[in-house]
Nanobody, 118 residues
Framework: QVQLVESGGGLVQAGGSLRLSCAAS????????MGWFRRAPGKERDRVAT???????NYADSVTGRFTISRDNAKNTVYLQMDNLKPEDTAVYYC????????????WGQGTQVTVSS
């Protein structure tokens, strides 16, 4: 059974930092592209950052220069370092796993809340 478990969310002031982690189990982690997504209240889920099998990242324009995605295949974990947080970053953050040959994500975590106060 595949499980993705996010952690590291919380309440932070604007300008602060948080590091999200997503621990994967039940799949061959190194064979999956990974992504972070978020859903703000009343809005649709948006892509935040993705990382492919080679560790090459891709970011949404809104977070470029502030967020960093990384993966540790030895620990079956993907991270999202979030710096210079803004109130508009407030959302539930989800990690997801995708077989590289597919365009849709196959597995999703339960989400972790990030709240940025002004």
């Amino acid at each position: 059974q595949v499980q993705l478990v996010e952690s590291g969310g919380g309440l932070v002031q604007a300008g602060g930092s948080l590091r999200l982690s997503c621990a994967a189990s039940g799949l061959t982690f190194s064979s999956y592209a990974m992504g972070w997504f978020r859903r703000a209240p009343g809005k649709e889920r948006d892509r935040v950052a993705t990382i492919n099998l080679s560790g090459i990242p891709n970011y949404a324009d809104s977070v470029t220069g502030r967020f960093t995605i990384s993966r540790d295949n030895a620990k079956n974990t993907v991270y999202l370092q979030m710096d210079n947080l803004k109130p508009e970053d407030t959302a539930v953050y989800y990690c997801a796993a995708r077989v590289p040959t597919r365009t849709t994500y196959d597995y999703w975590g339960q989400g972790t809340q990030v709240t940025v106060s002004s």
